[in-house]
């Protein structure tokens, strides 16, 4: 299985070595080909004019902020249940990824919200849970550098991550099961997309593009946090034989 | 599977379905707490005093606008096709602002029932397109501006509207 394969983090990192560069000339090309179309020639909507073009950003941050998280949850099952050796690399490497995203979903949502809803910030279900998802990336990330040793590190980090999971459902959900100043979904629903073609093309290209930005770095980082143990591990093994 | 990794995955899913249960009873007994406005049906059922700050959530009904000689207050009816509150309001409106347009107004509910708005926010739908879009499903009588549920056309149909 490849997994298993892969637990091996000399065979990872040079699997990751070949796909790299690949994966970081992609994302280059997609995010000059959806933030030009998207921001350049993705037509005015009819009601927000040109601030529509804040949804270019807005929108993909905000599905990778919540895609980070599950991915980040399942590592965490996956490390606490199989003990896989990549798989809380995997979560660790991807929190501030995701957290970042989430960040900018909210500056970008603000500043959208000013123009055409008249306010930067309510505290609607929707605004609030994706500010629980920030603080929730944040205490992660924080728990991790709070101990020292890796193994205890990883265990509390991967059960907060697992509790946080629930928050996920309730960003998604959070436009249909309350009133919300935000609107509903308009790309994941039930009756399909309710945005003209016209500006769901360049979306779904600049969501590509941040799906690789993700991907890569993602890869980039594992590698770095194996390298970094390996350091950890040979100065340990130097100081334990000087003593 | 080992009997440790089985024991560990038992252990997790049991873990996980209590999260998930506790977070479900706990949003369902918030239930109505979470709301951010209320419609106009539940304001006149509820009939809030007039000292509790209130939201109040609907459409702005057609022809319902009036400002005030000096352009300063405006009045109109929020609704949400079955019940009309009346929404008085001194301030600026969101560019969104106009009838037909979702609204959210905070304010305070005074004894005749009516709404006194200290802050008016627009609601916009999860609908894009362009206008050139909406003006051949106005002229094709698919699609009036301020109906409550626009009739969206799916990526692939329109173009055959746009011709």
């Known amino acids: ?243 | 599977m080992t009997p440790r990794k089985r024991r560990r995955l038992m252990i997790g899913i049991a873990g996980l379905a209590c999260l998930g249960a506790a977070a479900g009873l706990v949003l369902s007994s918030l239930g109505d707490q979470l709301v951010f406005f209320l419609s106009p049906t539940e304001i006149v059922e509820k009939a809030p005093p007039p000292t509790q700050r209130i939201r109040i959530g609907g459409l702005v009904e057609q022809g319902s606008v009036v400002r005030s000689d000096d352009g300063t207050t405006v009045a109109f009816n929020i609704t949400d096709l079955a019940t009309s509150v009346h929404v008085t309001y001194r301030g600026i409106l969101p560019a969104l602002f106009r009838e037909g347009q979702g609204v959210v107004a905070e304010g305070h509910r005074q004894p005749d029932g009516t709404v006194k708005a200290a802050e008016v926010l627009a609601k916009h739908d999860e609908t894009y397109m362009p206008k050139e879009v909406v003006e051949s499903l106005k002229a094709s009588g698919r699609w009036q501006e301020g109906d409550p549920l626009p009739s969206a056309p799916h990526p692939g149909t329109e173009a055959a509207v746009t011709r």
């Open chain 1, 1 to 243: 299985m490849m997994l298993t394969r892969l637990a091996n983090p000399t065979r990872f990192m040079r699997l990751a070595d070949r796909l790299l560069p690949w994966l970081a000339a992609a994302t280059v090309l997609a995010f000059a080909a959806g933030l030009v179309w998207g921001l350049g020639f993705a037509p005015p909507d009819y009601q927000q004019g040109d601030t529509v073009r804040i949804m270019f950003v807005h929108v993909p941050a905000a599905w990778l902020a919540m895609f980070g998280y599950s991915f980040m949850a399942v590592a965490s099952f996956v490390a606490l249940v199989w003990k896989h050796p990549l798989a809380d690399v995997a979560a660790k490497a991807a929190a501030p990824l995701g957290a970042g995203f989430c960040l900018i979903a909210l500056i970008t949502g603000s500043l959208w919200g000013e123009p055409m809803w008249g306010t930067w910030w309510v505290w609607d279900a929707r605004l609030t849970s994706m500010l629980v998802l920030f603080f929730l990336y944040v205490g992660y990330i924080a728990l991790w550098s709070a101990i020292d040793e890796p193994e205890r590190a990883a265990r509390a980090a991967a059960i907060l991550a697992l509790v946080g999971a629930v928050n996920v459902p309730i960003v998604k959900f959070s436009v249909d099961w309350w009133s919300t100043l935000h609107q509903p979904a308009s790309v994941i629903r039930m009756d399909g997309p309710t945005i003209d073609a016209s500006i769901l093309w360049p979306l779904a290209i600049n969501a590509l593009a941040f799906q690789l930005y993700f991907v890569t770095v993602l890869l980039w980082r594992m590698k770095a946090e194996l390298i970094g143990r390996r350091i950890r591990a040979l100065t340990l093994g130097i100081a334990a034989r000087e003593a």
